[in-house]
């Protein structure tokens, strides 16, 4: 085996160990009460930090709310949250946040995110597909800065808008484009 190779294959190694070890530290311990109550926080810290997430949430048919999110990767990487789907203060359901990427990446970092979906067609799809992997299916816009600059409560015409918040750790860029999102027991 040459040296390449080992290195190759150490990485590997100490990124499926630094994944999981904090994917299960961090993100499937809570109870869902424990969920609902961040989930609730989660959405009150978007509010302060983005007061138009608050104008979006009272047009949005339903809005699921990832309250943590963990992400690790070297070279190969993963992230893995949970979260509640609600309507109004109701939750409905309970789902799960999954992606995998690889290339160049090193680092661990948490964050989490809301999507509003604004149609009955992005619930749904929601609904009756076995996970939506977003990218595929309704249309889904990340909401930053730069486009919050050009919305209003007239100009939202998508199916869902998603804001990521609270990002903590060192790792460069966040993006949810690939992530699936399935429903989960509680």
Do not use: C
């Not at 989930?39 to 943590?68: C, D, G, M, W």
């Not at 290339?103 to 996970?131: N, P, R």
């Amino acid at each position: 085996m040459t040296q390449l190779m080992r290195f190759f294959l150490s990485i590997v190694l100490a990124t499926a160990f630094l994944a999981s070890a904090s994917l299960v530290n961090n993100a499937g311990a809570a109870t869902a009460e424990d969920l609902n109550a961040d989930s609730r926080q989660a959405l009150q810290t978007l509010y302060k930090t983005n007061p138009f997430s608050e104008t979006i949430s009272h047009k949005a048919k339903a809005v699921l709310v990832f309250p943590n999110i963990v992400k690790a990767g070297l070279v190969f990487g993963g992230s893995y949250g949970e979260g509640v789907l609600m309507k109004g203060t109701k939750v409905e359901d309970y789902y799960n946040s999954v992606s995998g990427s690889w290339g160049l990446q090193a680092g661990a970092q948490s964050y989490g995110y809301v999507v509003f979906l604004m149609t009955d067609k992005a619930l749904k799809y929601l609904a009756e597909t076995k996970g939506w992997e977003v990218g595929v299916g309704p249309t889904v816009v990340v909401v930053d800065e730069g486009v919050a600059k050009n919305l209003s409560s007239s100009t939202l015409k998508d199916d869902a808008y998603a804001f990521i918040f609270d990002q903590q750790g060192l790792m460069a860029g966040i993006s949810i484009e690939g992530t699936k999102i399935s429903k989960i027991k509680r």
